[in-house]
């Protein structure tokens, strides 16, 4: 299991993680698909406004351990988890945690951009109207308003709220518009399964700006599979190799001086 005392303080923002309390809290955590084994001994901390990176090699356990934040693993056939996910002072797989008030605290967005077949409006409005979030339809206007212009989406859309599907718009806009969506329920953390590995590079750049803007009232974890990704947007960067979290640092420190052989030689492009 990795160790991250070794680091140096880091300057900036991250330093500043390490005065704050933990925002969420993995403590060894394991789960398995039957008899495989996907994840080990996963332990990790995660904080309120940080970007947390998830690197490493394909199958690797990334994926399978972004899902155990927001249970979205429940309803899978033959999995168990054991280990501690501690959230608001509490295991989120006890039996007191109701599993959809729980998910409620996270946003979710996938790697290929799926909105709605509905317009670009009830792709934001839909989340926050189930939730009973707003108590009128001026409320939900200005939600929805609200969610479009933290998504940087509102000013190319706002003339065609409802005249427009959400599939009319480009690759880049949809992500952005599924981002609005994920904002639309006011959650907490925001898991994000390589948001941008389906979009062009100006799109990716867009996406980028608007995650270190969220940042600011957010904790945000994202699988991203480019390293320059993870050096320009990430605080820490945790790297994940055959099911267990080898090494947990500071960006610039992993980058530069991983203590994990496995984790250096996939940073530098030797494998992966």
Not at 73 to 92: A, C, F, L, Y
Not at 139 to 146: Q, T
Not at 241 to 268: I, K, M, N, W, Y
Request: overall charge neutral; glycine content about 6%.
């Amino acid at each position: 299991m990795f160790d991250d005392t070794y680091a140096p303080k880091p300057a900036g923002h991250t330093a500043s993680l390490r005065n704050a309390q933990p925002f969420l809290s993995v403590r060894n955590l394991t789960l398995h698909y039957g008899e495989k084994q996907a994840l080990r001994d996963v332990s990790f901390d995660l904080y309120d406004q940080e970007i947390l990176a998830f690197i490493g090699p394909s199958g690797c356990g990334k994926s399978t351990a972004l899902k155990c934040l927001n249970r979205m693993h429940d309803e899978t056939h033959g999995v168990r988890i054991d280990g501690q996910i501690i959230m608001h002072g509490q295991d989120i797989n006890s039996p007191d945690i109701d599993p959809p008030v729980h998910r409620r605290r996270f946003g979710w967005v996938a790697q290929k951009p799926n909105p709605f077949a509905a317009s670009i409006y009830e792709n934001v409005a839909y989340g926050a109207r189930i939730h009973g979030l707003m108590r009128n339809r001026k409320e939900m206007a200005a939600h929805v308003e609200h969610c479009l212009r933290r998504a940087h989406l509102w000013e190319e859309v706002k003339d065609h709220l409802h005249k427009k599907s959400g599939h009319d718009l480009s690759g880049g806009q949809q992500q952005r518009l599924c981002i609005a969506r994920a904002l639309s329920t006011k959650p907490e953390i925001l898991l994000m399964d390589e948001p941008t590995g389906s979009i062009d590079p100006v799109a990716t750049a867009k996406i980028e700006e608007l995650l270190l803007s969220l940042r600011d009232d957010h904790a945000v974890v994202i699988i991203t599979h480019s390293m320059m990704q993870a050096k320009r947007i990430a605080d820490r960067v945790a790297y994940f190799h055959l099911g267990e979290l080898r090494e947990l640092a500071p960006t610039e420190f992993l980058f530069s001086a991983a203590q994990d052989a496995d984790a250096r030689a996939f940073v530098a492009g030797r494998f992966g």
